[in-house]
């Protein structure tokens, strides 16, 4: 079984530059708690609102990183992290539903179009002690 994902989840970026943490921001609009933290769902998915930057970006596929690497002659040089995650967690816990949305659990992954598929994951689901299957 999985852990339920609440407020104050430790999220990490693959693209973010050491240690490429953040803070998962949940609001308590479902109106349920997780060991006294609002609980997650897959929708928990807002940039600037529920996914906070990780610091700096070192992604090739970010526009912004192609682009000072290539004012500073080829040298990696990172930019400041702008979560952009248009879709939803994947895949959540599909048995247990919050907001009419599957809860948000520990092995779900987040897509940021600047990075890879994936690349955003959850390190600590913000509490230990309630589980979903």
């Known amino acids: 079984m999985s852990m339920h994902v609440c ?3 430790m999220l990490k970026c693959a693209f973010a ?3 490429g943490i953040s803070t998962l921001v949940v609001l308590p609009q479902n109106r349920m708690l ?5 609980a997650a769902n897959i929708m928990d998915n807002k940039p600037m609102v529920n996914i906070m930057p ?3 970006c070192f992604s ?4 912004a990183f192609v682009s000072a690497t290539a004012a500073a002659m080829g040298v990696p040089t990172p930019v400041p992290c702008t979560p952009l995650t248009p879709a939803p967690w994947i895949v959540g816990s ?3 539903m919050l907001g ?4 948000l659990n520990n092995t779900s992954v987040l897509a940021c179009t600047l990075g890879l598929p994936g690349c ?12 979903v299957p």
Do not use: C, D, K, R
């Not at 997780?34 to 609002?38: A, I, L």
């Open 54 to 56: 990780f610091g700096m």
């Open 100 to 103: 009419n949305m599957p809860v």
């Open 34 to 38: 997780s060991s006294s933290q609002p």
């Open 60 to 63: 090739p596929t970010n526009p």
């Open 120 to 131: 955003i994951t959850i390190m600590m689901p913000g509490q230990l002690t309630e589980m």
């Open 94 to 96: 599909p048995t247990v």
């Open 17 to 19: 530059v050491p240690p």
């Open 7 to 9: 407020n104050g989840a």
